[in-house]
């Protein structure tokens, strides 16, 4: 019993450090004027994915590196299948240039670069150096091109606080995910210990699934105030951030070992997800349609029900 209060308590303190977070991150970004569509990519997308950064440095430090690990893979997966597929079921999401030449080449790259290190089994600090430098790069790419004038120059919505409120809220947010991981990794590996479900399934479904929740709820408000830059520009900058910042910054503290399962399976799930996005992107009207998002939940659902069936 006390491991399912810790797993609730976990997951509402991150749903909610991690929606506060995104609140006051953006309203910092709107002082400097930045675009949305970076802002999805960088200040959201960093927002969105800190709850996953807390749970996975967490569960390397405690000992637990299938969930450090299986969180990442696991978000990535829920994040492009099913939050993505849920969104574009709620508003069709049109496709911007940038994403499919720049965002989306990052992302299969870092993910490529990823399965090629793990290969042998552990990840460095040496090669979680690699990703920090990359995700850094990345996001000085994006805040320097943004802020540069072009053809699709929108207007910066105005700032709605003062920024010491902002950098309050943010601070706030940052101690609430910090409880949040807590709870969300004692309980996640205590159910696991009692029902002798292995710390792989727990890690990349139900724990994946809790901390993409910050990402299916900025998306879907996105979508329903047709925000859509922010929509999925959250979503490939969070799993960018999810594969470079999260473990490039966790093997840095720790070296993580990496289950053999994990790499074999769901890593590979995780390259064919994200290569069936960029096919559903492309195309002639450069839109995320209905149809394509019950691709994307169909996907997720299909993953799901394999891995359950897998009993390992």
């Keep these: 019993m006390n491991d399912i209060l810790f797993l609730v308590l976990g997951f509402v303190a991150l749903f909610l450090s991690g929606k506060y977070l995104v609140t006051g991150s953006v309203q910092i970004a ?3 004027k930045i675009p949305t569509l970076v802002v999805g990519l960088t200040i ?43 969104t574009a079921l709620i508003f069709p999401i049109p496709v911007s240039k940038k994403i499919i030449r ?15 290190l793990a290969l042998n089994g552990i990840l460095e600090w040496w090669e979680g150096l690699i990703f920090v ?12 091109k943004g802020r540069k004038p072009t053809e699709d120059d929108e207007e910066i919505p105005a700032v709605e ?15 609430g995910l910090v409880f949040g991981a807590d709870w969300l990794v004692k309980g996640a590996s205590g159910l696991a210990r009692s029902f002798g479900v292995g710390e792989r399934i727990i890690s990349v479904s139900i724990i994946a699934f809790g901390t993409s929740v910050p990402e299916l709820a900025t998306s879907v408000v996105a979508a329903l105030k047709k925000e859509t830059d ?16 999260i473990l490039g910054i966790t093997s840095l503290v720790t070296p993580i070992p990496v289950n053999e399962k994990i790499l074999s399976s769901d ?22 349609t209905r ?19 897998s009993g390992t």
């Design 133 to 144: 430098i990359a995700i850094v790069g990345f996001n000085v790419h994006s805040i320097s």
């Design 30 to 32: 709107r002082l400097f």
């Design 230 to 245: 922010i929509s999925i520009g959250n979503i490939v900058g969070s799993n960018i951030f999810n594969v470079a910042g």
């Design 102 to 116: 720049f965002d989306w080449p990052v992302l299969m790259i870092i993910c490529l670069l990823f399965y090629g």
């Design 161 to 175: 606080m003062k920024w010491h409120w902002a950098l309050a809220i943010i601070l706030a947010s940052c101690i």
């Design 44 to 86: 959201v997308s960093f927002g969105t994915s800190a709850p996953e950064l807390l749970v996975s440095l967490k569960a390397a430090l405690s000992g637990h590196p299938d969930i450090s690990i299986g969180n990442v893979v696991g978000s990535n997966i829920s994040n492009m299948a099913l939050v993505l597929g849920i």
């Design 291 to 309: 149809w394509k998002g019950a691709v994307l939940i169909l996907s997720y659902s299909l993953y799901i029900y394999i891995l359950l069936n």
């Design 267 to 288: 890593v590979i799930w995780m390259l064919a997800i994200t290569i069936l996005l960029f096919v559903l992107l492309i195309g002639k009207r450069k839109q995320l």
